[in-house]
């Protein structure tokens, strides 16, 4: 959890290359992953994105539904 910690407080990534989301930070997954919360556990599949919003909130988005509201600059 520390490196997905240091991943997530910096911008983000395609490819685990770092990219920043006007909503706060997105980081995709390359495997199954788990996230505790203070409001539970989140759980999401390779391909996802753990998305770390500016008011500090963590939430998990499909590939597909990330890929069709962001554009990824680089």
């Known amino acids: 959890m520390d490196q997905l910690k240091e991943s997530l407080d910096g ?34 599949k390779a391909g996802d994105y753990i998305l770390k919003h500016k008011s500090g909130m963590v939430s998990i988005i499909k590939s597909y539904v990330f890929n069709k509201r962001y554009d990824i600059l680089r």
Request: charged fraction near 25%; avoid cysteine; hydrophobic fraction near 30%.
């Open 11 to 44: 911008k983000l990534s395609v490819n685990r290359q770092k990219i920043q989301t006007p909503i706060g930070h997105a980081l995709r997954m390359d495997t199954d992953f788990s996230v505790r919360t203070p409001k539970g556990t989140l759980n999401g």
